[in-house]
């Protein structure tokens, strides 16, 4: 590369310059006034002719050059550089790019000239500072139909909405919506909007999918990224709508929940209920039914309700008179309700003979107590919810101890903070429906949670005392009983600041009474024939041979007597 001086109007044109639709005069006549007041600031490009010739063909400036013979300079400096292997493609592109922007056709096509000399959609970023996204939505810009970026080129562009549409159609479309749309003679304007209304196709967005890909597969959807979106988010589509919906109505039959119905939405797009049902828009209660259907978008929507009471007609049975079965078209599924039903009874004999027999490691002996807690069936009044009649929400628990294929799998601190995070929420010593009874206070004195109380020697906590239980908690202090109950307890308050106090009857441990009490209401009773010994249940570390003896049936009683 070398600087030399030449006579401008001996330098021959290039090509395969970037730019070749013209540039506007007022651009062309601030070059103009620039160069007539300080010249060339920075010098063309040019490289020698490799056809034989033995002049110099302009690499990069040909606006430079063109306004340096307009200014009527003989000579103008230029940079020398060689020849490059796609005839000085990408140093045109990179340099036209740098100063005026390209008009945007003529930007697409010049993207498409670098990609036919072998430049990679990467390359082509890095050079140009630009992301490779940007560089596909280019490149899928410049496949509208070339009749159509002629016009663009003359400065009538669609908005991005427009080109988006037309660009996502095939050439065959385009081509016969441009016959229609094409501008008349005399008219330089294009009614784009009618062009990309007529392009336009109803798009149903992967993000709005609940099937996964193998119904996707099933029902021939294939998802297409909108580049013209932003890059952050989930932009693939796909124009098979009716495959689309499809899949989403095979999916909600799959997952639609027991007593459930699938539903349509009205001309306003709310979801159609049936007869007389009321809407509940706050949590449902376990009466309460689930209707499932598809908004306009095509997403999966749930919406919940109740039917009113039955009216029990006199004379008919129980069973008659409370049938308030909904009847709503659906597919037949692969099994019936009391397949489904069946197969629940089956179930559940297994499971218990398996517990019952099988062997069971310590650890996940623990973890299965842990999923059990988390069954639909078990309803726990949480004692650590926020809410008087609050419930817990133990599968946030059992959760840690699966993995993604539904298998137990955990160290001994998961399973220790599971286990201890299910405890917390079950176990309850509160004065209201959610008391465990004396079965927390059990665990909190097998624990030691004595140590945990915080003091008690409060204005708000010996309030409650009476007179003679307060005078009793004087006993070992230096505090003298008052003439007046209050007094008593502002002396003891302000002796007991700087000390912990926990009043007696706060213990954990309950006396030999209540335990005696307690076990007696609860224990088998010795006629029922159902004594399960530790033996009998320490079958973590023993064959499965030494199992036989063990009657399920008689666990089976044992447990469903315990229950009652």
Known sequence: ???????????????????????????????????????????????????????????????????????????????????????????????????????????????????????????????????????????????????????????????????????????????????????????????????????????????????????AQAYGISWVEDLFAPADEDSRYTTNVEGFLGAQQEWMTDHLPKRGVITDVNNFGQVVLPPKAERVYGKPGKSDRTAMYLDREGKVQTAHFRLPEPKKVKGADDAEGGDDTIVMARPRPDVTRKGVEMIGDLRTDALHEALARAPIEDDTLMALLVLAFAGRNISVQSGASDGFNGFARMERHAVQLVDADGKLTFDRDTLRVAARSALIDVLSARENRTNSGIVARLAGDAIGADGFLPTMGTEEFLSCLSRQALERSCKDTPVLPRARVKDTRAALVEHLTEQRFVHPSAAFAPTAAEVATWRSKSSIGADDDADVTADDANIGSCDAAALDDVDPEAIDEAYRVAAE
Not at 3 to 24: F, G, I, Y
Not at 55 to 68: E, L, P, T
């Open 1 to 215: 590369m070398h600087l030399m001086k030449v006579d401008p109007r001996a330098l021959k044109e290039n090509p395969d310059r970037a730019r070749q639709t013209k540039s506007t005069p007022q651009a062309d006549a601030l070059l103009l006034a620039t160069i007539k007041t300080v010249g060339l600031v920075q010098p063309p490009m040019i490289a020698p002719e490799t056809d034989g010739g033995n002049g110099y063909i302009i690499d990069s400036g040909h606006r430079r050059v063109k306004q340096a013979i307009a200014a009527g300079l003989d000579e103008i400096d230029v940079m020398v550089v060689d020849a490059a292997n796609d005839n000085g493609a990408m140093r045109s592109m990179v340099e036209n790019i740098a100063r005026e922007p390209l008009n945007p056709v003529d930007q697409w096509r010049a993207i498409e000239r670098l990609v036919a000399l072998g430049w990679t959609e990467e390359a082509i970023g890095i050079a140009l500072a630009l992301p490779v996204r940007q560089i596909k939505k280019l490149r899928l810009l410049a496949n509208v139909l070339p009749a159509m970026l002629d016009h663009m080129a003359k400065g009538d562009m669609p908005n991005e909405q427009q080109l988006r549409a037309i660009a996502a159609a095939n050439l065959d479309e385009q081509r016969e919506v441009w016959k229609a749309q094409k501008p008349k003679k005399g008219d330089p304007q294009v009614s784009w909007w009618s062009v990309a209304n007529a392009l336009s196709k109803k798009r149903m967005y992967a993000r709005d999918a609940s099937f996964g890909d193998d119904l």
